[in-house]
């Protein structure tokens, strides 16, 4: 399989690693790299799977790259792309568990990322303009583009906003009837297992970390940690953005109150969450890596071994959520396609996708400097409409692109 799949996997690795701009520029890349560069999938099928995982919890765009790697190879290439994604961020995230206290955080440059915000913008733009023609169709498609595009940029940093759009378009488009007649379908059989697999974890982990909090087990931090992190890759809705803030008021708010009845409590101090919170939006993948870094911290009084352990437990916990519910839900999904009303519902989900896109863009726009007489808003302009022709117009792979903007940003 590796033999079989090593360009996919080494195209998806070229990814993981120059991946910046969080979950909307990332499906942008995907477009490029995935779709384009190599016709691994088309758009259609890119904008379904990435509409499909904004309804699930869990980091969206990791498991839309997972659901690409269950196409071309099912649920072993699903599990190596899983993997290949999360593995750079997360090695990067628990180096810094470990090195944070060495890191001077005042000295921290940052400029070096500065234009990768209008880099974001230009990659959206192209994956607006690629995706705009298979998605506006009729009428009622350019009205579910025009509202979801305000409504994204207006009420962007609430997570239920995503979900309530694709369901609430996927309804729209099911008014009329008339054009896709229901045809007859054989029911076909559910495979349970990844969704028993997934309660069976969530259960045991509450049940085992419940009772060793009220037992007082001693060294019952891993186990904690395990389910802390479950339980939040399990529920959270609308990405990293989420997932931050539940996770300082898990281990730095919520220990801080408790502390003096329970030592063994998971705690990290709310400085070096914030630094961690700041950081992983610098580092190229997925923002719940974010995970591998408060594994490691929680864990680092217990010595270096357990606080690598930490790290370990932080990444699965994670994403293996995320992972299994992608691969039980997505086959159901799949078969429902074949009834008309799902169909039917597809020309409003794929619509709303581009809405989404659009609002995301304009929304990451509001924050660059572009009509201010400096050259810093003339260096931004520039660098959104060369990301935006160069993938138009050339084979230039996507982390050329990436590494000229991070090459820009520091030689400016």
Known sequence: ????????????????????????????????????QHPYITEDELMEYNAFCQLLPGASSTQTLTLIGYKRGGVPLAVLTLTVWILPACVLMGALSFLLHY??????????????????????????????????????????????????????????????????????????????????????KVRWWNFWLFGIIFIAAGVISETAKNENWPDRKPINLFENTYRMGSLVFGGGQVLMPMMYEQFSVRPEAIKKKDQNVVQIDEQDMYTGMGIVRAVPGPVFSIASFTGGMA??????????????????????????????????????????????????????????????????????????????????????????????????????????????????
């Not at 399989?1 to 991946?19: N, P």
């Not at 909307?24 to 779709?35: C, D, N, P, S």
């Not at 994204?152 to 979900?163: E, L, N």
């Not at 680092?300 to 994403?319: A, H, N, R």
Request: glycine letters at 6%.
């Open 1 to 36: 399989m590796l033999l079989r799949h090593f360009s996919f996997l080494k195209a998806v690795l070229l990814h993981s690693v120059t991946a910046f701009g969080g979950p909307q520029a990332h499906i942008a890349m995907m477009m490029k790299t995935f779709v384009r």
């Open 103 to 188: 890191i001077d955080k005042k000295a921290l440059d940052t400029d070096i990322f500065k234009f990768i915000a209008p880099m974001a913008a230009g990659f959206l733009l192209y994956a607006c303009f690629i995706a705009f023609p298979h998605a506006i169709k009729n009428a009622i498609t350019w009205v579910i583009v025009i509202i979801s595009s305000a409504v994204t940029y207006f009420f962007f940093k609430m997570p239920v906003i995503f979900p309530a759009l694709i369901i609430l378009a996927g309804a729209a488009t099911n008014i009329s009837r008339k054009r896709i007649p229901q045809l007859e379908q054989k029911p076909r």
């Open 299 to 412: 864990l680092k009084d217990m010595g270096t071994e357990m606080q690598v352990i930490g790290c370990i437990i932080g990444s699965v916990g994670i994403f293996l959520p995320s992972a299994l519910l992608v691969l039980f839900f997505y086959p159901i999904w799949n078969n429902l396609k074949k009834y008309a009303a799902v169909y039917r519902s597809l020309e409003g989900i794929n619509a709303v996708v581009v809405g989404i896109m659009i609002g995301s863009t304009f929304y990451i726009m509001k924050d660059i400097s572009l009509i201010e007489p400096k050259t810093i808003s003339l260096l931004n302009v520039s660098v959104i409409l060369g990301t935006t022709l160069l993938l138009f117009y050339t084979r230039i792979p996507s982390p050329i692109i990436v590494a000229a903007c991070l090459l820009l940003g520091y030689i400016s």
